[in-house]
């Protein structure tokens, strides 16, 4: 089937504008996890959705950053007035309920590259 | 708070050597480990997870928790195994604590 993906695949911006990231998880996967990979920083955790349950924000590096999930299904992660730190590459995942009650392996996609010049 | 250290950036060895990645964690549950693999142009994948004790593609880890470690190995390294691999650990809330990543290199 489809695997997790991302819109764009590439974004180029100017410093002080504001982007908008895409995620569209597998379907009927109820938990979503948004990842940054910078140079230099790895890959960082910034937040994530569990189905109807408060997002876990505890990630996101400024007020700048946040996301939705609309329907309990497609994610956009918004960065405000960017800023040339914010370029990285953007990572979505998704995985469905383990049958134990936890949540499984996370899929990734491919991610958005974003330059802030 | 958690954290995974790969203290190796870049691990370069030759066809048919064995290769080892270290990985250390610090958290005072009880975690999740994973390797995840990212081949180039490819998009992030799992390699493997400590409790399901598999050997993937050549690869085996175990998880030390004596030592805190989660090391990834492989007795003879194949030149397809040239990627980025990154040891991720899974605590309360389930997002994944990544370490820096190591990057592989397989020479012929």
Redesign the interface.
Known sequence: GA?VSQSPSNKVTEKGKDVELRCDPISGHT?L?W?RQSLGQ????LI?F?GNSAP?K??LPSDRFSAERTGGSVSTLTIQRTQQEDSAVY?CAS?PIRLAG??E???????TRLLVL | AQRVTQPEKLLSVFKGAPVELKCNYSYSGSPEL?W?VQYSRQ????LL?HISRESIKGFTADLNKGETSFHLKKPFAQEEDSAMY?C?LRAA?????????TRVLVKP
Do not use: H, I, V, W
């Open positions: 695997g938990a996890y990842y790895g890959l960082e955790f994530y569990q876990d505890s990630g990572l995985s936890g949540l392996t996370q899929y990734f996609g491919p991610g | 994973f995840y998009r992030l994948q799992l997870r990154y991720a809330g389930n997002k994944l604590t990544f370490g820096g990543g």
